[in-house]
């Protein structure tokens, strides 16, 4: 069944149900979001504060206002039908697009008006983006641009799900062939911004920071952690080849992560841009690691979702381009 002609299903089952007292309804697709997102309609009914049976009749409602089946049980529990698999696929457009509505951002007679959520790695929230923030403040008081720091995993999903307008990220936290799959097939538009280098990195304490060059040997006698998922793939890969880092502590809390490295001797990889800054930020301090036998670099670039860009994210873009182009921002590192 081609998604034109579920479009036509759901348009004429909406019709349909206005004039015979019942209609689509959105809850019925929160729901189904949901259900995809926790796996089960008694996690769906705990994490949204509502009954099984309520969660249940809803969406068995909306198989009947369809005409088919959404859900099937199986061995493995719960999942969608093949139909299903199409509204839902529909659903998280209009949710995604109602979620973009809620915080609209219009560019009349030159004047930007609104808000828009805009997401990156704290280290780039904290400078790339708030100089941009504070640029588009300054021009348009009307304008909101509303900064979220994560991880960027939780970065992609933000634009996936509508939450957020565009996302910088950083490639090699993620797995490079899914996510420009993604980008193949028109689920995520991304365009690359600037290259970072990574480094080890150690507190300002490390026994290696004595040494000229350290080699991946000097490595082994130390634990590695990671800031969330950091680097994972370049990290993962060197696992693969190496044997090394054999375990991977995460931490969610940079605070936590700095005095932990710093009572342990443990040993991380940072893009260069979050050490100047987290430096300035922390009590305790890192410094980079001069490795002999490994260079690593990163794209850094932003993400949006496949519908057409608004006047307003464009600008946000271009401002974005011109400050990773000024001179200042390139040295920053």
Known sequence: MSCRRLCDIIRKSAKNGIQGGKRVKLEQ????????KYGSISRVAQELYTSQPAVSISIK????ELGYPLLKRTNRGTVFTEQGELVLEQA??????LKKISCIACCEDGNLQGSLR??????????????????LQERYPDFTLALEGLDTTPLVKGVE?????????????????AFFQKVEKGK??????????????????????????????????????????????????L????GYPAKITRFYEMARMRKHMALYH???VLPERAIAHGNMNYQVKFAPLRMEDIDWNTQVGWIHGPEPLTQAEKMVIEQLVQQCENPEFLTQA
Not at 161 to 177: F, K, P, R, W
Not at 239 to 242: A, N
């Open 61 to 64: 409602k909306l198989e009947q």
């Open 92 to 97: 998280e457009i209009i949710i995604r697009a």
């Open 239 to 242: 696992t693969q080849e190496t």
């Open 188 to 237: 995520l538009r991304y365009e690359p911004l600037f290259t970072d280098r990574l480094h080890f990195v150690v507190a300002d304490t490390h026994p290696l920071l004595g040494k000229e060059k350290v080699t991946l040997e000097d490595l082994r006698a130390f634990p590695y952690v990671c800031f969330g998922n950091c680097a994972n793939q370049k990290v993962l890969a």
């Open 266 to 268: 443990t040993v991380t």
């Open 118 to 135: 805009v997401g990156a790695l704290p280290h780039l929230c904290n400078t790339l983006l708030m100089n941009v923030q504070i640029i």
């Open 161 to 177: 799900n509508g939450e957020l307008n565009l996302a910088v990220i950083q490639i090699c936290d993620l797995d490079e062939t």
């Open 29 to 36: 697709f929160h729901f189904l979001l949901a259900l995809k």
